[in-house]
Structures are given as C-alpha cells and as structure tokens.
C-alpha cells in the first residue's frame, strides 16, 4: 500500500508508520488516516498530509 510507503519514509519506522495511521486525528475530525483511505478525497488528505509531515517533520 502506498501510504504505508509514505508513511515509513516519513516516519522512520513501522511501529511509527502503524501508530499514526491508526491514531485518531483533530485535523480529520477525530478520524484515524486509516479511516480515509477507502474514498478518493481521503486517500488524496492523507498523502497531502505525508507530504507536509515528511517534508517539514511535523505531524
């Protein structure tokens, strides 16, 4: 799966990788990444999301 992909480089590891795309999120409404990933706008949110987190570091 992409995101996961997305996620471990961003992240560094797959423990971190898992523990974020499992981990409800403000920015979603209290929704995990994982929860998103199954409609087109959800999908694009989260890979928008990987994008900030592993260019800036910031999650």
């Known amino acids: ?3 996961r992909t997305h996620a471990l480089g ?3 590891s797959a423990d971190a990788a ?3 795309l499992t981990e409800a ?3 979603l409404g209290g929704e995990s990444p994982a ?3 199954d409609t ?3 999908l ?3 890979e928008d999301m990987l994008t900030v987190l ?3 570091g910031v999650a």
Request: a negative charge; aromatic letters at 4%.
């Open 1 to 3: 799966m992409v995101q």
């Open 10 to 12: 961003a992240l560094g």
């Open 18 to 20: 898992r523990a974020w």
């Open 25 to 27: 999120k403000a920015v």
């Open 35 to 37: 929860e998103r990933l």
């Open 40 to 42: 087109e706008p959800g």
């Open 44 to 46: 694009r949110e989260v």
């Open 54 to 56: 592993d260019e800036t």
